[in-house]
């Protein structure tokens, strides 16, 4: 099993509420912000977290999010648990015996896979996070996926552009 790039963004997600104080909620927006995602994909990762029983959340002004726990209790695979399906496929019983064994070593790896991420303390993968954002602070804004040219300066018409504007183009042009 590999995590996924979802499972690693509620990570960084769990990340952000953990390094806010414990009495202050973080919107969507700020963690939005420092993810790197827009807010739709932002709302799903935390829909997720909050299923999961990870966070809770509080509405109206100064709401946001807040841990369930405190984050040295957490695991990894308390994130990823909230991501990742870990059931096994439903037809082992109608692929042929190569199959079956090569599945068997897939299951047996996956479980192996699970007992690590659930010995592992989260809150040694928020310091390593923690670590590489400060040694990549850059003062400009996230670029984007869009590459935006400046705006062009209006200048005046030459001609009215409709015949209701003839008025407004003369008195302009005499003026």
Known sequence: MFISKQSTQG??????????????????TRLARHIG??????????????????????????GGYQLQFPVHVLSVWDVVSCFEGT????????????????????????ASVCEHLKTYPLIQVIDQLARLDSDDLDPRPMPTAFHLKPLRQSSP??????VFDLAKFTQAAHA
């Open 37 to 62: 995602l827009c807010l739709s994909s932002t709302e799903i990762i935390v829909r997720q977290l909050k299923n999961g029983g990870l966070i809770r959340s509080h509405r109206g002004p100064g």
């Open 157 to 162: 018409p030459l001609s009215p552009s409709w």
């Open 11 to 28: 990570i960084q997600a769990l990340g952000v509420i953990a390094g806010s104080s414990h009495q202050q909620s973080v919107p969507t």
């Open 87 to 110: 059931d096994p496929p439903s037809n082992a019983d109608q692929i042929s015996p190569e199959s079956q064994a090569v599945l068997a070593l897939a299951v047996e790896l996956d």
